[in-house]
């Protein structure tokens, strides 16, 4: 038997019933997502940790190594890449950065290939042994170091070359590559405990990142605009389109050509009456009040949230603080998007009214047509 309140209606329950199916899923993706990155982190700080190398390592690699050097990593596949224009490219640091989403297998415009090989990573240099020949890297002589955001292309700048060039590696291996190529020019600046540092930082921060699971909704909850298709935008839809068209009516001003009595007056010498239209009474037109543009006065006494949905969270498109870490029932007050809580960044508003967490980002709302405007508190 279905579940009825105190008038017999069962719409509350099905309310409860969508929000709390909805408040899970959502909720499932945002902590599998922090999982995810919670274990990469652990991984990468055991491997910092633990990333050491040897001459041994090097047994049968047609490299000549120095008396105190060591293979760290070697990579069998990957391709020399040069670029002949390129600007000055940023100095090499120890950042390590967060995925930023897969990379493409293709390279970028204006870089071409032009040898292949492997890829060995040693204490004091990065090399490929290539089939024309080797090209080697020095740390103490880089004076640039970029790795492209889209596709797995590092660039390299030393003091002795004037042209750009860098590696093409696969897809599945640069990220690896990247992290112990970092970890390989800390150790050659003896600055380990820097990146180890980093590390327990980013660790310590993604913990309190944790999504919290969200409560359950109950049917008393339910709000009469919530029963309606589309909820308040429609709601609201709807009245200002009763504003408008009463309004656009008396701004009209219609006439009628032909309607309207007629009486007959006197008769001319043509002997024929003669129709007059008796005259009508004046018209007042009535104009609407001026409308003020939300952007010329975002805050206005009628409007305390500048068009924001209405909620008890202070949430509202007037300006003020970015909202990183909204409160739990947001989604209660918002129109989420789907792995609303997997977004790392700050409340914005999309271009189709869903409201995302991944403000500042490049992909923000990216299947939602754009990112509209930030909400604030």
């Given at each position: 038997m279905a579940k009825t309140d105190s008038t017999?209606?069962?719409?509350?329950?099905?309310?409860?019933?969508?929000?709390?199916?909805?408040?899970?899923?959502?909720?499932?993706?945002?902590e599998t997502a922090w999982r995810r990155r919670a274990d990469e982190l652990r991984r990468l700080r055991a491997l910092a940790a633990d990333f050491q190398g040897s001459a041994a390592?090097?047994?049968?690699?047609?490299?000549?190594?120095?008396?105190?050097?060591?293979?760290?990593?070697?990579l069998p596949a990957a391709q020399l890449v040069e670029v002949r224009h390129t600007p000055v490219l940023p100095a090499p640091d120890l950042t390590v950065a967060a995925p930023t989403g897969p990379l493409r297998p293709r390279r970028p415009d204006g870089v071409r290939v032009t040898d292949a090989g492997m890829a060995v990573i040693t204490s004091r240099r990065l090399v490929l042994l290539g089939g024309r020949g080797r090209r080697d890297w020095a740390y103490g002589r880089m004076t640039g170091l970029a790795h492209d955001p889209?596709?797995?292309?590092?660039?390299?700048?030393?003091?002795?070359?004037?042209?750009?060039?860098?590696?093409?590696?696969?897809?599945?291996?640069?990220?690896?590559?990247?992290?112990?190529?970092?970890?390989?020019?800390?150790?050659?600046?003896?600055?380990?405990?820097?990146?180890?540092?980093?590390?327990?930082e980013l660790i310590a921060e993604h913990a309190q990142l944790k999504p919290f699971r969200p409560a359950a909704a109950t049917p008393a909850q339910a709000r009469l605009?919530?029963?309606?298709?589309?909820?308040?935008?429609?709601?609201?839809?709807?009245?200002?389109?009763?504003?408008?068209?009463?309004?656009?009516?008396?701004?009209?001003?219609?006439?009628?050509?032909?309607?309207?009595?007629e009486v007959a007056a006197a008769a001319t010498p043509s002997g024929e009456p003669v129709l007059i239209r008796p005259a009508a009474p004046a018209l007042t037109r009535v104009t609407p009040p001026p409308t003020?543009?939300?952007?010329?006065?975002?805050?206005?006494?009628?409007?305390?949230?500048?068009?924001?949905?209405?909620?008890?969270?202070?949430?509202?498109?007037?300006?003020?603080?970015?909202i990183r870490r909204p409160a739990a029932e947001v989604c209660d007050w918002f129109d989420c998007v789907p792995q609303f809580w997997a977004g790392r960044g700050y409340l914005v508003q999309c271009r189709d009214g869903s409201v995302s967490l991944a403000g500042g980002g490049a992909k923000a709302c990216g299947e939602h047509r754009g990112v509209r405007r930030t909400i604030t508190k």
């Amino acid at each position: 038997m279905a579940k009825t309140d105190s008038t017999g209606s069962t719409w509350r329950y099905r309310w409860a019933h969508r929000q709390n199916v909805r408040r899970v899923s959502t909720f499932r993706g945002a902590e599998t997502a922090w999982r995810r990155r919670a274990d990469e982190l652990r991984r990468l700080r055991a491997l910092a940790a633990d990333f050491q190398g040897s001459a041994a390592a090097g047994d049968g690699l047609p490299l000549e190594l120095a008396a105190d050097e060591a293979v760290l990593w070697v990579l069998p596949a990957a391709q020399l890449v040069e670029v002949r224009h390129t600007p000055v490219l940023p100095a090499p640091d120890l950042t390590v950065a967060a995925p930023t989403g897969p990379l493409r297998p293709r390279r970028p415009d204006g870089v071409r290939v032009t040898d292949a090989g492997m890829a060995v990573i040693t204490s004091r240099r990065l090399v490929l042994l290539g089939g024309r020949g080797r090209r080697d890297w020095a740390y103490g002589r880089m004076t640039g170091l970029a790795h492209d955001p889209a596709s797995p292309v590092t660039l390299i700048q030393v003091l002795d070359r004037r042209s750009t060039a860098g590696l093409l590696l696969p897809t599945d291996a640069a990220p690896d590559f990247r992290f112990k190529l970092t970890l390989a020019f800390a150790d050659a600046i003896e600055q380990r405990a820097a990146v180890l540092a980093q590390l327990d930082e980013l660790i310590a921060e993604h913990a309190q990142l944790k999504p919290f699971r969200p409560a359950a909704a109950t049917p008393a909850q339910a709000r009469l605009t919530s029963f309606v298709p589309g909820g308040r935008r429609t709601i609201a839809v709807a009245a200002a389109l009763a504003l408008l068209v009463p309004a656009a009516l008396i701004e009209s001003d219609p006439s009628d050509p032909t309607g309207g009595p007629e009486v007959a007056a006197a008769a001319t010498p043509s002997g024929e009456p003669v129709l007059i239209r008796p005259a009508a009474p004046a018209l007042t037109r009535v104009t609407p009040p001026p409308t003020t543009s939300p952007r010329s006065a975002p805050r206005t006494t009628g409007d305390p949230r500048c068009g924001a949905p209405e909620n008890p969270l202070g949430y509202g498109f007037c300006g003020g603080t970015r909202i990183r870490r909204p409160a739990a029932e947001v989604c209660d007050w918002f129109d989420c998007v789907p792995q609303f809580w997997a977004g790392r960044g700050y409340l914005v508003q999309c271009r189709d009214g869903s409201v995302s967490l991944a403000g500042g980002g490049a992909k923000a709302c990216g299947e939602h047509r754009g990112v509209r405007r930030t909400i604030t508190k």
